[in-house]
């Protein structure tokens, strides 16, 4: 397998969980289009955002702790499981789009403008934006009531974990944007942001979340976390560095973006600090600009370059990644769940979208 190779068995679990997702969202849409067909809209949109594409890792996750403890692998709940982790990262998505002033996501208008768009081109009366915005709210929390639903089933304990990721990840949300309106962002702050935003809610608790389904010990849930919080934060660190430098047709967002929206990254913490008073003073004064110019992007990579930012965040990547991958030999676990773990980490760390 090539570093940015998925697994195989990533695709047959994405369409096991994108077939309950629709299994889900289609007699819902008729249900409340019966009512009125203006509701036909919002949930037809967020249907087509969740199945339009992602790489369904939480899913994956959840599955291959839950088999490697001893589930049932046709079990439903797992896929349950699955398609409330895909609907509750939809929530997060679109609310994400809407603070970021995002445009499009998956190759589709983002969810508030294209509402936007269809007041424009209705004549409807008020802001067009505000009512965008507020119809985005509301298809993110249909997303996160519809998550909720699909774990109806599972045990307590899964509730309770469900619980701690939905608060974490809204945490680690808030603490994003305050980083980003601070203005020059410390590798300290950043790891932080990495850790609740996206390391916990990627990869750690859907973890635990097959664990709790499965009944596992508690011992498993302290080793499988020293495999999911490195690599998560590895996860996040391969994030930033695509932001800057991946390519726009692989990872489906312009080149620049992070820096035109000052996130408070580790890779651009490590830059204001080795940066020469002349280049820091330019960061200063321009990261975060959203009129910042191609030429202005073009300089920024360079310095991320040239501090050595780029090549001590890849350095924590592949740090991160050993780390997992020796805390992972010590789980008690199935050997396939060992094999696709491992194959899901070295991928996670190294994909190129």
């Not at 307590?156 to 808030?174: C, K, M, P, S, W």
Request: aromatic residues 6%; negative net charge; proline residues 5%.
């Amino acid at each position: 397998m090539s570093t940015a190779e998925a697994p195989a068995s990533l695709a047959h679990l994405a369409a096991r969980v994108d077939t309950r997702v629709d299994a889900l969202l289609v007699p819902e849409i008729e249900r409340w289009s019966t009512l009125d067909p203006d509701l036909a809209l919002p949930l037809g949109d967020l249907r087509e955002l969740v199945l339009a594409g992602g790489k369904r890792l939480r899913p994956a996750f959840c599955y291959w702790a839950f088999v490697g403890s001893g589930g049932d692998p046709t079990d439903p709940i797992v896929i349950d499981a699955g398609a409330s982790l895909e609907l509750l990262h939809t929530f997060a998505l679109v609310h994400d789009d809407v603070m970021d002033g995002s445009l499009t996501r998956r190759g589709l208008d983002a969810i508030h403008i294209g509402f936007e768009k269809r007041h424009r081109s209705g004549g409807w009366r008020g802001e067009p934006r505000r009512f965008g915005e507020g119809v985005a709210v509301l298809v993110g929390d249909l997303a996160f009531v519809y998550a909720d639903l699909l774990l109806a089933n599972a045990p307590r304990r899964a509730h309770d974990v469900f619980t701690d990721l939905r608060l974490e990840v809204n945490i680690g949300q808030y603490l994003d944007l305050i980083g980003t309106v601070r203005g020059r962002p410390t590798v300290d702050a950043a790891r932080r942001i990495c850790c609740y935003k996206s390391g916990k809610y990627t990869i750690e608790r859907p973890l635990h979340l097959g664990l709790a389904l499965a009944n596992a010990p508690d011992s498993a849930y302290d080793t499988l976390s020293r495999y999911g919080m490195p690599l998560g934060e590895a996860f996040q660190l391969r994030d930033d560095l695509l932001g800057v430098f991946g390519d726009e047709i692989e990872t489906g967002k312009p080149v620049g973006v992070d820096l035109r929206e000052a996130k408070p990254t580790a890779l651009v913490a490590r830059a204001f600090d080795a940066a020469r008073p002349i280049d820091r003073q330019f960061l200063e004064l321009r990261f975060g600009a959203h009129d910042l110019t191609e030429s202005e992007v073009e300089r920024m990579r360079t310095l991320l370059r040239t501090t050595g930012a780029h090549d001590a965040v890849e350095a924590d990547v592949r740090r991160l990644l050993h780390e997992a991958l020796d805390a992972l030999e010590k789980a008690d676990i199935t050997a396939e769940a060992h094999t696709e773990l491992t194959e899901l980490a070295v991928y996670v760390a190294e994909r190129t979208s």
